[in-house]
């Protein structure tokens, strides 16, 4: 069974319970695999990122084979939010839901989009129907309103974001489809040599004491990269890693650098 959300976000937990931890969330519009149902819970998988959990079964809604087919189809197209919150109004019972950036609208046209044959109205300078070309300039115009958004655990929104969702909400921006954690996102794309070779865009990872994979920002120049870490900011990079104003010392070791 496919399911979709209609709610503005909904959290996906590792364990059917609300005080679990929260590993990521759905945004409205988005779809999902039902693998299994409980009473109150079910258990998920992402279509768009293959991220599994759990979620509360009142928050997503079951699709029809004919529903989900048609929705999928027009989901390759959709466009996107690409401010930190927007609003959006039903045609059909004038509410108003608040939508996060990323977003995808679909059958959108002149602040007009459509869900399950229902129409909604959104601002149009709040949506970008083609993805930003990759570049400096582009960069800093879509990252701009993301400063200061703190960080939360599991977060993709703008009341919260972990080091992953933000790259992966900000990529999927021009057009790159990145998977969820920073493991995952470490694995894709192509390997740059070094900062000296970087561009605007490249995604440049971090690794905890163990070794592992643990922290990811994004590329402005080979001096400076965006990330998430304690709250979206911009901090000087160098071979080292991240070095750290507010600290005094080095933040993050640098351990690979991609492009996508």
């Not at 937990?13 to 945004?27: C, F, G, I, W």
């Not at 229902?118 to 990252?143: C, D, K, T, W, Y």
């Amino acid at each position: 069974m496919v399911a979709l959300s209609l709610h503005s976000i909904v959290p996906v937990r590792t364990e059917p319970r609300e005080v679990a931890e929260q590993s990521t969330q759905m945004l409205f519009g988005e779809l999902c695999t039902v693998l299994e149902q409980k009473p109150r819970w079910n258990r998920v998988k992402l279509l768009s990122d293959g991220q599994e959990g759990w979620v509360d079964a009142k928050m997503i809604t079951l699709m029809s084979d004919d529903e989900y087919r048609t929705y999928s189809k027009d989901l390759s197209s959709a466009a996107r939010v690409v401010f930190p919150m927007a609003y959006a109004v039903s045609e059909n019972n004038g509410q108003t839901i608040p939508l996060t950036a990323g977003t995808q609208l679909v059958r959108y046209k002149d602040g007009r989009f459509e869900v399950l044959g229902v129409g909604f109205r959104i601002e149009p300078s709040m949506v970008r129907v083609q993805p930003f070309a990759m570049n400096q300039e582009n960069l800093m115009q879509a990252v701009r309103f993301f400063l200061n958004i703190p960080y939360l655990w599991g977060g993709k929104n703008a009341m919260g974001m972990d080091c992953s969702g933000f790259t992966q909400t900000i990529m999927g921006l021009f057009g790159k489809n990145l998977l969820r954690n920073a493991s995952e996102q470490a694995k894709q794309g192509d390997a740059v040599a070094s900062l000296k070779e970087t561009q605007a865009g490249d995604l440049v990872f971090f690794d905890h004491e163990d070794g592992r994979i643990s922290h990811v920002g994004i590329v402005i120049d080979p001096e400076r990269v965006i990330h998430c870490s304690g709250r979206v900011k911009v901090e000087k990079l160098d071979e080292t890693g991240i070095f750290s104003a507010e600290q005094g010392e080095y933040s993050h070791h640098l351990v690979a650098i991609r492009r996508y």
